[in-house]
């Protein structure tokens, strides 16, 4: 299937891993990779070495393109940009702010620059500054997010700039990856689904949640401060939201939610972890391969976008 996106990262399939922080590891971004997709090593909070060698890693496992997600909050953020453009990913997918003080380092390098934005007016700064695609992301999405739905989002999105958009948030069968493409995507990006995969390392207890949940078991803590993060309901939202509400300061809050992530992914803390996950969890009713879900999900979205049922 072609798409200006599979011709940009040289990928078969128009399906990119989001980058998850303490779950996207060198395994994971390999397997996405092997089976036609991008996948994606996520940085998260992790130092630069760190980063680096599960860059070498994934090389050991895939000669497929492959990419690298940096969280700007990071505060090795800039030595982490360094060592994907040292490293010479493929592609640079970037998070929870604005990479333009490192697109030129990126570009001299060729490698492709995908900036994940969460409103129009940051999508259009990002191809000012010579980003090669967009990852529009709705707030159906796990972990931090913006205010705007996908359904909203991704056509605005792709109205105003020219370069491709990837749809993210809320998408995890080929019906969302159809409807990605009829609202003006030319690839989706998929986090929870893949957290749920056979190659995810997470925590056997968190993988649990995923396919458990319903519809409505996330929550968004931290809007108050505009830090707001989705994930799946437990002790540490409820009270989380219930300090939230009596007017806890920020710095009060986060003490809750520090190393939280870690918690849940690591070491199956459902009841104080932050259990990261987006809407879309209650759709996600099975553990399958990365393989498996990639091209479940292509033949579905290929055959109702051709006008099948
Ligand atoms: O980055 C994400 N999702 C994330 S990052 C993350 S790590 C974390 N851990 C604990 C607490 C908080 C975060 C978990 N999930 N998605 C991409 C994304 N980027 N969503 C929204 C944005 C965004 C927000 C503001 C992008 C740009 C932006 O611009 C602000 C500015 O600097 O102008």
């Known amino acids: 299937m072609k798409t200006r996106v599979t011709e940009l990262l040289e990928i078969e399939y128009p399906v990119i891993q989001g980058g998850m922080a303490w779950v996207a590891d060198y395994h994971l971004a390999a397997a996405v990779s092997e089976a036609g997709g991008l996948g994606i090593i996520g940085a998260g909070g992790a130092g630069a070495d760190f980063v680096r060698e ?158 458990t949940a319903k519809d409505i078991d996330s929550e968004v803590t931290g809007m108050s401060h505009g830090h707001p993060v989705r994930q799946i309901r437990n002790g540490m939202t409820r009270e989380y939201l219930r300090r939230e509400k009596e007017g806890a300061s920020f710095e009060e809050l986060e003490q809750m939610t520090l190393g939280a992530l870690r918690r849940a992914v690591v070491e199956g803390d459902t009841r104080r972890g932050s259990l990261m996950a987006g809407q879309i969890a209650g759709l996600v009713k099975q553990e399958l391969s990365c393989a498996e879900i990639i091209s479940g999900i292509v033949e579905q979205g290929c055959g109702l976008l051709k006008g099948g049922v």
């Open 54 to 211: 599960q860059v070498r890693l994934c090389r050991g496992l895939t000669d497929k393109p492959f990419g690298v997600n940096i969280m700007l909050m990071n505060p090795e953020a800039e030595e982490i940009a360094r060592v994907a453009a040292e490293e010479g990913v493929k592609a640079v997918t970037t998070g929870a702010g604005n990479p333009g003080r490192y697109m030129a380092l990126w570009k001299e390098k060729g490698i492709k620059v995908i900036p994940v934005v969460a409103s129009v007016a940051m999508a259009r700064m990002m191809e000012r500054a010579g980003a090669d695609a967009v990852v529009a992301e709705g707030m159906e999405s796990g972990g931090h997010i913006g205010s705007t739905t996908t359904f909203a989002l991704v056509p605005q999105v792709a109205d105003a700039v020219k370069i491709p958009v990837i749809a993210a948030g809320g998408i995890g069968d080929g019906r969302g990856f159809a409807a990605a493409f009829m609202l003006g995507a030319e690839a989706v990006q998929m986090g929870t689904r893949f957290v749920a995969s056979k190659e995810a390392r997470v925590h056997p207890g968190y993988k649990e949640k995923i396919l």
